[in-house]
């Protein structure tokens, strides 16, 4: 299951930096990287109308690989506790100065200081 999901993560990654690639392509009033450029190989009206298409494709395909991710993170099964383990592992013994009943050791009295 874990390759799968690497295998989506790198195209959900690719997805996305051709997605911000495609939208500064994009002419636009405020600037953009495909501001000044006149000898391209297509017209204005055919290259807004390809890269608007790219881009809602991309755009697309970002949500549903964004989806897929989750649905793949969440089937890990339920997260487990170091508390509901119970017992230390074979080779680990209890902390130092604990005793060996279940029950807590008493408080030590207060001193009193000494001048």
Known sequence: MLAIQNVVLAIHVLIAVSLVVVVLLQRSEGGGLGMGRSDSFMSTRGQANLLTRTTAILAGTFFATSIALAILAGTHGKPSSIMD????????????????TGAPAAPAAPSTPTR
Do not use: F, H, R
């Open 85 to 100: 383990q119970g017992k230390p592992p074979a080779g680990q013994s209890a902390p130092a100065g604990t005793p060996s």
